[in-house]
């Protein structure tokens, strides 16, 4: 956008003694023609842009000029990069510009410090292994949120239905490990969470739709994921060999030595298939102590797993 350009194209020249129009072309794909017409409107703004010709010349403010560079200090800036960076780890670069926008504003002599504080801390989302699907599906909701298209895909529920839904998306969210698309679901006449990895065959459609506002505060992932109420508390016991694991999951103060090298650790959790699958990943390293329904439901699914894995593939003998 236009606006955006030129209000970047300000921010630069305030922290450039000068800048050639070819720079700035490129930077952001427009002509140069197009960068002198910029130069125009910001002028035309009552910000004096003066255009030195020759060798070692460009485009600068007026010697002398000085506008307020104190909107955001450093400090925020740096938490705006950081964050910037953690969101480019998934998805693409489009926030690259924008990052190296941020950086054109810091002062030489605060450069060092700067790359300090944006290096202090760093969040990847993307995952271990490489996830293409999921990433063309990220791709194509950006797309359909920018441009206000609905979008169509088959769903799989948890427990195993299949619905086709078109949806008019309004959020993409990442919680818990997990991407989900936030949208008004047509099938349902209502606002819906839908996990990406359950949507196949997803498909941009024709139909546009004016957006709604949302209540942000009342939003399905803003709310906890579980109450007191339904939730059971579980006692695990993690064995010597287990205990990386058991670290790996709860904190350390949630962790009670057993006094052999392993440890016991309460749990609460909303009982459902979720917590049974999260319960056998641990496999031999961990053991539910309590509740005692919960260990005769995760022996059932085990020995069920088990019949699976005798005799050849197929079931046959």
Same mark, same amino acid.
């Given at each position: 956008m236009?606006i955006?350009?030129?209000l970047?194209?300000?921010?630069l020249?305030?922290?450039?003694?000068l800048i050639q129009?070819k720079e +700035?072309?490129d930077?952001?794909?427009?002509?140069?023609r197009t960068i002198y017409r910029?130069?125009d409107?910001?002028?035309?703004?009552?910000?004096?842009v003066?255009t030195?010709?020759?060798?070692?010349?460009g485009i600068g403010?007026?010697?002398g000029?000085?506008?307020?560079r104190n909107v955001?200090?450093e400090h925020? +800036?740096?938490d705006?990069?950081?964050a910037?960076?953690?969101?480019?780890?998934?998805?693409?670069?489009?926030?690259n510009?924008?990052m190296?926008?941020?950086?054109?504003?810091?002062?030489p002599?605060?450069?060092a410090?700067f790359?300090?504080k944006?290096?202090?801390l760093?969040?990847d989302f993307?995952?271990?292994?490489l996830?293409?699907?999921?990433?063309?599906?990220?791709a194509l909701?950006?797309?359909a949120?920018?441009e206000?298209?609905?979008v169509s895909f088959?769903?799989?529920?948890?427990d195993g239905?299949i619905?086709r839904?078109s949806?008019?998306?309004?959020?993409?969210? +990442?919680?818990?490990?997990?991407?989900?698309?936030?949208g008004?679901?047509?099938e349902?006449?209502?606002?819906?969470?839908?996990?990406l990895?359950?949507?196949?065959s997803l498909?941009?459609?024709k139909r546009s739709?004016?957006r709604?506002?949302?209540?942000?505060?009342e939003l399905p992932w803003?709310?906890?994921w579980?109450?007191p109420?339904?939730?059971?508390?579980v006692?695990?016991?993690?064995?010597?060999?287990?205990?990386?694991l058991?670290?790996?999951y709860?904190?350390y103060?949630e962790?009670q030595?057993d006094?052999n090298?392993g440890y016991?650790?309460?749990?609460?959790?909303p009982e459902d298939?979720?917590l049974?699958?999260f319960?056998?990943?641990?496999g031999t390293?961990?053991?539910?102590?309590?509740?005692?329904?919960?260990?005769l439901k995760?022996?059932?699914i085990?020995a069920g797993v088990?019949a699976?894995?005798?005799?050849?593939a197929?079931?046959n003998a």
């Amino acid at each position: 956008m236009k606006i955006d350009r030129l209000l970047s194209i300000v921010i630069l020249l305030m922290n450039r003694p000068l800048i050639q129009a070819k720079e +700035l072309a490129d930077m952001f794909e427009v002509s140069v023609r197009t960068i002198y017409r910029d130069i125009d409107s910001i002028n035309g703004a009552g910000i004096p842009v003066v255009t030195y010709q020759g060798a070692g010349g460009g485009i600068g403010l007026m010697e002398g000029y000085r506008l307020d560079r104190n909107v955001l200090t450093e400090h925020e +800036l740096a938490d705006i990069f950081t964050a910037l960076q953690s969101v480019s780890t998934y998805g693409g670069g489009e926030h690259n510009l924008l990052m190296e926008k941020i950086s054109s504003v810091i002062p030489p002599s605060q450069t060092a410090a700067f790359r300090s504080k944006t290096t202090q801390l760093i969040v990847d989302f993307s995952p271990w292994g490489l996830q293409k699907p999921l990433e063309e599906r990220l791709a194509l909701l950006k797309e359909a949120l920018e441009e206000a298209a609905a979008v169509s895909f088959e769903y799989v529920t948890a427990d195993g239905k299949i619905s086709r839904r078109s949806v008019e998306p309004y959020t993409l969210v +990442l919680k818990g490990r997990a991407w989900y698309l936030y949208g008004f679901c047509a099938e349902r006449e209502d606002f819906r969470l839908f996990k990406l990895l359950r949507m196949k065959s997803l498909i941009k459609e024709k139909r546009s739709y004016v957006r709604q506002e949302l209540p942000l505060k009342e939003l399905p992932w803003s709310s906890g994921w579980s109450t007191p109420s339904d939730t059971t508390p579980v006692v695990l016991h993690f064995s010597a060999e287990g205990r990386h694991l058991a670290e790996d999951y709860f904190d350390y103060s949630e962790l009670q030595p057993d006094g052999n090298g392993g440890y016991t650790v309460t749990v609460c959790y909303p009982e459902d298939n979720w917590l049974y699958g999260f319960l056998l990943g641990f496999g031999t390293a961990a053991e539910v102590l309590e509740p005692e329904h919960i260990r005769l439901k995760l022996g059932e699914i085990a020995a069920g797993v088990a019949a699976k894995y005798q005799g050849s593939a197929g079931g046959n003998a």
